[in-house]
């Protein structure tokens, strides 16, 4: 069971899983941009009453399963997602897709993935990687992460499926369910869905915590930190916020790099001149983004101490929620006018 | 960010793989590229993991001292909470609250303490005895 399969390296393990996927299910023109601009993945929330790893829990993107979800909406193309009980039958269902020659994506843990280096294995749930093929007891492995295909033992990759805690993945397994040709104008009014949803999180997401008024509550937050947690537990906490910013799978600058490269893949569907000039604004808010991690990371390796250092942490996010909001707004202007 | 500008620091990844950016090239077009880290993440990752350690002395010294049972350590050992824990060896939280006290988690049955040993991936033996466990992992 060795299909042909070509791996793809991406900055994101969901979007690398559904480009590569649907690659291989017959949609050519999906990019990693594509498929995280389809999927309206870029997002911001900090979830006050939830902690991560003893450190606030923010995210700069959506929720995990959504990206490879909304776009296989929005392309028409349909899917099956499964989670198991059992053991067996998880192992059965992904030998059984492999034996028909056709890859399969799992949602795995990576506290037990035994490739990745041991600095990143935290009880983290949510990584996603395919199934390529069945050696004796070694599975292939194409995981967006890794530069080439690698190998799991069947024990190995029981584990990582059936990892728990949050978001434990069940032996989640998941995959297109047939190949599909994508025209040209499907993936003209998916880019157009996923433009306008986008708009819609960030700007009305209900509440303060998600979207543009849950950057600016961070903001806030983080002038408190060092009055209300002290020096040494918001040096923490300002290092989570840069690790879930930058840490591999964003592209770099928190998710808005990429955001960027989509706009500017979707101007070659929609040749609307505002695309390009929106797209250079969020290039400029990822920018934005790792001059405030320089910052923090002044704070957190203990050469910035005073408030007045927390202070200027905190207006990085507010010209941060500021430009966004102006850079949404003039999208939904802009998504009204494509066709 | 500028495609001169996408950081090549020897972070924690760079013998294993290196990581797509995103970048702009003399164009302005949008380009991706390998890197080997950013000096900044790197060092927040150490943050994080100076965290953890700090976390598993403190609990060994507990443990040393009597004030906790073993499990504390290898819980913050293997970076997981009670609800983590709790998960893994499907004991109810209350009950996994129970057993980090020494003198419960003495008169633990061996069925127990094999459920715990299985979620840390140790053995028994290395379970009940700290000490064996110098370096950990």
Known sequence: MKPEYEHLQAAHCENGVTTSLLHHYGVQQLTEPLAFGIGSGLFFIYIPFM?????????????????????????????????????????????NRLQSGHPAACQVGVFYLPYFPKE???HFNAHNLIVVGKEADNYLISDPIMETITTMTSYELERVRFARGPLAPRGQLYFPKEKRVVTNEQMKQAIITGIKRNVRHMLYAPGNIAGIS??????KKIKKWRDTLGLEKSRSYLAQLVRMQEEIGTGGGGFRFIYAAFLQQAYAYHPVDELLDISKQFTQTGDLWRDAA??????Y??????QADYNTMG??????AELEKKAFRQLAETAKKLH | MKKEDIPQDPGALHNVTKEVSYAIDENGNYITELSTGWEVKIKA????????????????????NNEASPLLYFMELKLMDIPILSAYTRFWKWQVKRHLKPG??????AKKLQKYATAFDITVEELKNVNLNETGV
């Open chain 1, 51 to 95: 902690k991560v790893n003893d450190g606030p829990a923010i995210s700069f993107r959506t929720m995990p399963g959504m990206i490879f979800k909304r776009t296989c909406k929005s392309l028409n193309i349909p899917i099956l997602r499964k989670k198991f009980s059992s053991r067996e039958n998880a192992r059965q269902a992904l030998d």
């Open chain 2, 45 to 64: 990752l150490d943050v994080a993991w100076g965290d953890i350690e700090k976390k598993v002395a403190d609990a060994k010294q507990k443990v040393l």
């Open chain 1, 315 to 320: 207006d990085y996010l507010l010209d941060i």
């Open chain 1, 301 to 306: 390796k203990g050469r910035l101490t005073a």
């Open chain 1, 294 to 299: 320089v910052q923090a990371s002044g704070i």
């Open chain 1, 120 to 122: 990143y294995r935290f």
């Open chain 2, 104 to 109: 419960v988690f003495e008169k633990l049955s």
């Open chain 1, 214 to 219: 849950g950057i600016r509550y961070t903001a």
